[in-house]
């Protein structure tokens, strides 16, 4: 009998963690197919490809500079492609047992974020969204700066997006967001005044918790690969002494 109260007990005590689990499960759903960030969604995918691609890249480029090995040290030395070769196998072991390092496109984030509301603001957030100053505000805002921001990330050196179909789709997005921009002002200053005020409020609340959802994503995707480093790190090590300029 003790033991059935006290399982009895466990249950009751989940019961509000499952139901919230199940309405974050909902509302992203609901976000996914209703409102959906259709720049972002692509942009990150290539973005998260690419990052994934050159991780072993950035990881080197970090260990190089603490070694002070200099800028000889790199792609086309035979020395640094041991040294790749050995990150890129312990990468794709880990993914092996623990799935994708880095989850492409846009669930995993609007999870996060909507994960990081509080009831509150699920209820207000969910009813902004309804609204034309809300819907226009997820998606040139939202949908516009946050896409920008990723297409200038995948841009940037010293690991830039190579030439082919990824960058020249990621150009035809910046392009679109170029030609949203331009309408977005007019659309803005036609709504009623008090969405104006409420897209200032409910929009900068939206932008931070988007905001802080990539910094908890990428966090756990920083403190994984860590790990997967720390476990080669002593043949790195070997790796890096064998090395002669």
């Known amino acids: 009998m003790k033991n059935a109260i006290a399982v009895l007990s466990l249950c009751s005590s989940l019961l509000p963690v499952l139901a919230q689990a199940d309405e974050v499960e909902y509302i992203t759903g609901k976000l996914v197919a ?25 990881m080197l480029d970090g260990a190089r500079d603490l070694a002070k090995m200099g800028p000889e040290w790199g792609p086309g030395n035979e020395n640094y492609r041991q040294a790749r070769d050995l990150l890129e196998m312990a990468f794709q072991d880990d993914e092996v047992s623990n799935g994708p390092l880095l989850d492409a496109g846009l669930s995993p984030l609007l999870h996060t974020m909507v994960s990081g509301w509080t009831p509150a603001q699920r209820t207000e957030f969910q009813a902004f969204l309804k609204q034309k100053g809300g819907r226009l505000y997820w998606d040139t805002m939202m949908d516009g700066a946050m896409c920008e921001a990723l297409i200038e990330l995948s841009s940037k050196p010293p690991h830039p997006l190579p030439p082919g179909a990824d ?3 990621l ?57 997967v480093f720390r476990a080669v790190e002593p043949d790195l090590k070997k790796i890096l002494a064998a090395y002669k300029p």
Do not use: W
């Not at 959906?36 to 690419?50: G, Q, R, Y």
């Not at 910046?174 to 709504?191: Q, S, V, Y």
């Not at 409910?202 to 990539?214: N, T, Y």
């Open 34 to 58: 209703e409102a959906p960030l259709k720049c972002v969604d692509e942009a990150l995918t290539i973005s998260n490809n690419h990052f994934r691609s050159i991780l072993p890249d950035l």
């Open 167 to 169: 960058k020249n789709r």
């Open 171 to 227: 150009y035809a997005l910046a392009t679109g967001i170029g030609i949203r921009k331009m309408t977005m002002e007019l659309e803005f200053n036609l709504l009623p005044k008090d969405q104006t005020a409420q897209v200032e409020k409910a929009g900068a609340e939206l932008s931070k918790s988007v905001q802080q959802a990539f910094g908890t994503v990428s966090q756990a995707y920083a403190a994984r690969a860590q790990l």
